[in-house]
T-cell receptor, first 114, second 113 residues
Framework: DVKVTQSSRYLVKRTGEKVFLECVQDMDHENMFWYRQDPGLGLRLIYFSYDVKMKEKGDIPEGYSVSREKKERFSLILESASTNQTSMYLC?????????????FGNGTRLTVT | KNQVEQSPQSLIILEGKNCTLQCNYTVSPFSNLRWYKQDTGRGPVSLTIMTFSENTKSNGRYTATLDADTKQSSLHITASQLSDSASYICVVSAVLAGNKLVFGAGTILRVKS
């Protein structure tokens, strides 16, 4: 089974702090994704990566950046955290190029910015 | 605009009863539709995928249907169990560069004894 691990389940940060969310997958998937999940809105794509050192903006990239230095690791960075970034963050990976491949999600990081 | 709408928003049923969750989409051109189950505190897990040529597909007590003409899908749960309590998310894939995924907001199902 694919395992996607997010380093923190809960994080509390102050406004203006730089925040790192880490994600590691163990199935050698090229594609990795960061989503945020808010009640009533569904999952929204922040950034994704097709391969090492490659990144593409998703639907809501403002205020975020990402890093993919190794194939198994995809990091989400909040350069200066704001209260409107309080949310559940989900990392996912999947096999590339196959439209039928499911996303494999981590268990999420619930971030609170005060 | 590509959209996925799910109904109801939430649902409470008694253990052992059946229920049906709905998903309507306007995503075009359509590639496939997938249902995910998200337990509280966990990430979503794929239940089943429906492609254009499939009308019905079962996975244990879960049966998904797809009507590509009306752009509707349903997820039917038979003989519900307490462990079915979760959020069920409908995700539609468009045949576009990057295989864009459009997520519904989910239906929260609570099964009570």
């Amino acid at each position: 089974d694919v395992k996607v691990t997010q380093s923190s389940r809960y994080l509390v940060k102050r406004t203006g702090e730089k925040v790192f969310l880490e994600c590691v997958q163990d199935m050698d998937h090229e594609n990795m994704f960061w989503y945020r999940q808010d009640p009533g809105l569904g999952l929204r794509l922040i950034y994704f990566s097709y391969d090492v050192k490659m990144k593409e903006k998703g639907d809501i990239p403002e205020g975020y950046s990402v890093s993919r230095e190794k194939k198994e690791r995809f990091s989400l960075i909040l350069e200066s955290a704001s209260t409107n970034q309080t949310s559940m963050y989900l990392c996912a990976s999947r096999l590339p190029g196959r439209q039928g491949s499911p996303l494999h999600f981590g268990n999420g990081t619930r971030l609170t910015v005060t | 605009k590509n959209q996925v709408e799910q109904s109801p928003q939430s649902l409470i049923i008694l253990e052992g009863k059946n229920c049906t969750l709905q998903c309507n989409y306007t995503v075009s051109p359509f590639s496939n539709l997938r249902w995910y189950k998200q337990d509280t505190g966990r990430g979503p897990v794929s239940l089943t995928i429906m492609t254009f040529s499939e009308n019905t597909k079962s996975n244990g007590r879960y049966t998904a249907t797809l009507d590509a003409d009306t752009k509707q899908s349903s997820l039917h749960i038979t003989a519900s169990q307490l462990s079915d309590s979760a959020s069920y998310i409908c995700v539609v894939s468009a045949v576009l560069a990057g295989n864009k995924l459009v997520f519904g907001a989910g239906t929260i199902l609570r099964v009570k004894s």
